[in-house]
């Protein structure tokens, strides 16, 4: 463990109610960085170029142009990014740093040449007949966004929560001032800055992983191709997570009476996809409490039973240190329900006021409480899915991936049957079998930890 584990725990060692709070800032703006620079980027564009872009409706076109952008790359791209991840964190328990960069750029190359491939067959299916520069910019945006995840997962492996967020916080601003400088241009002006602002968030972090791993000897390498060193559960797990996240949403855009067309094939929810943007930034006190409990406590009670493990430590002391990492993992997943649970009164409270202040109907409100339970929830099935991770139970967490993908598209599907009442019911249902099957699964690894840890090896 390295990075935000070290600094959390400088923090914390303080003892004072000051050094608490400053762990907790810390970990709520590094867990939840790229999530929040990216919802109040792209608002912010929208808020300050709605007076400015004539017509009004080309600031909605750019919104709903970068919402396909991320969740596109996103889904691509999660075929490989948890599977990259386990390749590089062998290499590194190998001691063969040297092959990491050679197979990144690899691993790069193919992304981009499948995501131009993709990105262009959608630019004749979704967007006929559009400007020639806007459909240049959407393929540039895409294939930059799918290297921008690639690189941040791998980022996020080795612990370098603190410089993503830096360099997103960076790239947004960037994006912003950009977007707001060439808004006379209208809509390519407004895509051009988001463009840009991802090209430098890419350079950045590219430039960073060079520092890192230092080139040497060999350019480009595919042995993370190797069938050896492929696995399978975790490209499946990487891409059925973010569609797991993304199925509803689609599910609305392309549900006439909870739809319109906004640009070409794209279409747009505006009763649903405004309540899904805000309520992720509810998520900034549950994440900081994820990472403070798995990257402390959790993670110190693992690092002593498996050290304990290898080296011939006492039955006693390897179940207490079970005990402790049972103990930490109920202590993390209670305060992020209590978190969570204040971040649904808050939302209930001021909720309105705050719809009033971004000139939001009222009606939009129940909607707004549903999403913000349900990305709590969301919350508390990451950790879950994080502690499995960390046992390495990769058939689980694919199992738990499934489960969410089905129900989120099954339940979704029922609450859009019944009618407007029920919105946002389906994810949020989803999202709560999940976690309550994942918490049943968990209970019963925790009790097999030592016979397995033992007697299958």
């Not at 006492?314 to 179940?319: F, G, K």
Request: with cysteine; hydrophobic share 55%; net charge positive.
């Amino acid at each position: 463990m390295a990075g935000i584990g070290f600094e959390l725990r400088r923090l914390l060692r303080k003892n004072t109610l000051v050094g608490l709070i400053e762990a907790y800032a810390y970990a709520g703006v590094i867990g939840s960085g790229p999530w929040v620079f990216s919802i109040v980027g792209i608002l912010l564009v929208g808020i300050f170029s709605a007076s400015v872009v004539v017509p009004s409706y080309l600031v909605t076109q750019f919104q709903t142009s970068v919402t396909y952008l991320v969740a596109g790359s996103l889904i691509l791209t999660g075929f490989v990014q948890l599977a990259f991840t386990r390749f590089v964190s062998d290499r590194l328990f190998e001691k063969r740093k040297d092959l990491i960069l050679p197979n990144l750029h690899g691993l790069l190359l193919v992304v981009v040449a499948v995501a131009s491939v993709l990105g262009t067959l959608a630019l004749f299916l979704l967007l006929p007949g559009q400007a020639l520069v806007y459909r240049l910019l959407m393929l540039a945006g895409f294939t930059v966004m799918c290297g921008v995840w690639i690189l941040t997962i791998l980022l996020s492996g080795m612990k370098r929560y603190k410089a993503i967020t830096v360099l997103f916080g960076s790239a947004y601003v960037i994006i912003v001032a950009a977007s707001l400088l060439m808004r006379p241009w209208g809509l390519a002006g407004l895509l051009g800055g988001f463009v840009l602002g991802n090209l430098v968030l890419l350079m950045g972090m590219w430039l960073l992983i060079v520092r890192e791993f230092n080139p040497q000897g060999r350019l480009i390498a595919f042995d993370f191709a190797q069938r050896s060193m492929l696995y399978p559960s975790l490209i499946a797990v990487g891409f059925l997570y973010n569609l797991g996240i993304w199925v509803d949403k689609f599910m609305f855009w392309y549900f006439a009476p909870t739809s319109e067309a906004i640009i070409g094939g794209l279409r747009a929810s505006l009763i649903y996809d405004l309540p899904v943007f805000l309520s992720y930034l509810s998520i900034i006190p549950g994440m900081a409490v994820f990472l403070v409990r798995i990257e402390t406590d959790f993670v110190e009670f693992y690092d002593k039973f498996y050290d304990a493990v290898r080296s011939g430590g006492s039955l006693e002391y390897i179940e207490s240190m079970r005990d402790e990492m049972v103990y930490s993992t109920q202590q993390g997943l209670g305060e992020i329900a209590k978190i969570q649970t204040l971040a649904v009164l808050v939302t209930l409270v001021a909720g309105p006021s705050l719809l009033n202040a971004l000139g939001i109907s009222q009606l939009y409100l129940p909607l707004l409480q549903v999403q913000v339970v349900g990305a709590g929830l969301q919350v508390g099935l990451m950790a879950i899915l994080n502690v499995f991770f960390y046992l390495d139970q990769r058939r689980i967490v694919l199992i738990l991936c499934v489960q969410a993908v089905l129900l989120n598209i099954v339940l979704t599907a029922f609450t859009q049957y019944f009618g407007a009442a029920l919105y946002g019911y389906g994810f949020a249902l989803a999202m709560l079998i999940t976690l309550c099957t994942g918490l049943a699964l968990l209970t019963r690894q925790f009790n097999r930890l030592e016979y397995e840890t033992f007697m299958l090896q």
